[in-house]
Structure formats: structure tokens, C-alpha cells
Nanobody
């Protein structure tokens, strides 16, 4: 059974850093050609795509608001995808979800409708 489990969220001051992890089980990220994305949803707002990484790991995509601050990466040996978040701002506060879809395309597409498997989410709060 395909499963994604997020971890690493918490409370951090503005300007601080967090690293989120998305551990996959029931499938192999690299061998099964899964692209992984990170999404977030703040209270009263729609879910927003934050970043994605292609099944090969050779392509990444970011929403403009996090470019230069967030970095997505994958460790195929650990079957885990990470989201390193630096220079955090209060507006980054949200529940962060990782999600997966199967694709051999070189580019990942940061559209939630493409993603068929979702984790349960991890809370990130940026506040002084």
C-alpha cells in the first residue's frame, strides 16, 4: 500500500529554518517513477503548490514566493524527499503536505490534480 508520511514541522521564528521530510513506503520513488510535490494550506486559504521534483530528480519546480528560500531534494536510498526551508516568513505558516504521482516525464507539474497519493500533513508555524 502506497503511503507518504511527513515530518519535521514545528514552530520557528521568522528568518529561521526547517527541513521537512516525506518518507515513502509501499513503492520505490526512483524505480517506480514517482514525482513528488509539496503543497501547503493555510487557514482560510486554498491549497497551494510549493515545490516538486521529477521522478529522475533531475528537474525541480517552485512557486515564486519560495524561490531562493526553499530547496527540494530526494534521497533514493532512503526513499525520502526533503524540503529545506530557509528564511522563513510568517506567511509560510501552513499545513504542509507531500504528494506523489507516477510519471516518466522530465519535468514535474505542480498541479494538485495530478497527484494521487497524499500524506497526512505537518504543521509549520512561523511566529515570534
Amino acid at each position: 500500500q502506497l503511503q507518504l508520511v511527513e515530518s519535521g514541522g514545528g514552530l520557528v521564528q521568522p528568518g529561521g529554518s526547517l527541513r521537512l521530510s516525506c518518507a515513502a513506503s509501499g513503492f520505490t520513488l526512483a524505480l517506480d517513477y514517482y514525482a513528488i510535490g509539496w503543497f501547503r494550506q493555510a487557514p482560510g486559504k486554498e491549497r497551494e503548490g510549493v515545490s516538486c521534483i521529477s521522478s529522475s530528480g533531475g528537474s525541480t519546480n517552485y512557486v515564486d514566493s519560495v524561490k531562493g528560500r526553499f530547496t527540494i531534494s530526494r534521497d533514493n536510498a532512503k526513499n525520502t524527499v526533503y524540503l529545506q526551508m530557509n528564511s522563513l516568513k510568517p506567511e509560510d505558516t501552513a499545513i504542509y503536505y507531500c504528494a506523489a504521482y507516477r510519471s516518466v516525464q522530465a519535468m514535474c507539474i505542480l498541479t494538485s490534480g495530478r497527484f494521487g497519493a497524499w500524506g497526512q500533513g505537518t504543521q509549520v508555524t512561523v511566529s515570534s
